[in-house]
Nanobody, 122 residues
Framework: VQLQAFGGGLAQAGGSLRLSCVASGRTGSRDVRAWFRQAPGKEREFVAGISWYGRNTDYADSVKGRFTISSDNAQNTVYLQMNDLKPEDTAVYYC????????????????WGQGTQVTVSS
């Protein structure tokens, strides 16, 4: 499966952004989609994940209550709505796909999109 991420940009603290990740190629009903992020000088970290039909979601504690992951199966697209952004949310955000359950370790994901930069100013 090929993934393309869109929607990064610059926001002020307290603002919102929505990221999109469009999948193409061989997708399946068991596929899991997730968002990770990597800030300068830090390791890539799990942000949120969703099972393909949206029945299960998982969030990192740092974004719980502020970010929402959702999916549009007809469009093969997963979204990450980011509200109440904080400067510490600044990072390159990556979408990923796996054919197993939602996982927080990046080595569980076999497909990755290109990153999209999110910058939050204070």
């Amino acid at each position: 499966v090929q993934l393309q991420a869109f929607g990064g940009g610059l926001a002020q603290a307290g603002g919102s952004l929505r990221l999109s990740c469009v999948a193409s190629g061989r997708t399946g009903s068991r596929d899991v989609r997730a968002w990770f992020r990597q800030a300068p000088g830090k390791e890539r970290e799990f942000v949120a994940g969703i099972s393909w039909y949206g029945r299960n979601t998982d969030y990192a504690d740092s974004v719980k209550g502020r970010f929402t992951i959702s999916s549009d199966n007809a469009q093969n697209t997963v979204y990450l709505q980011m509200n109440d952004l904080k400067p510490e949310d600044t990072a390159v955000y990556y979408c990923a796909a796996a054919s197993t359950k939602i996982a927080r370790r990046d080595n569980e994901y076999g497909s990755w999109g290109q990153g999209t930069q999110v910058t939050v100013s204070s």
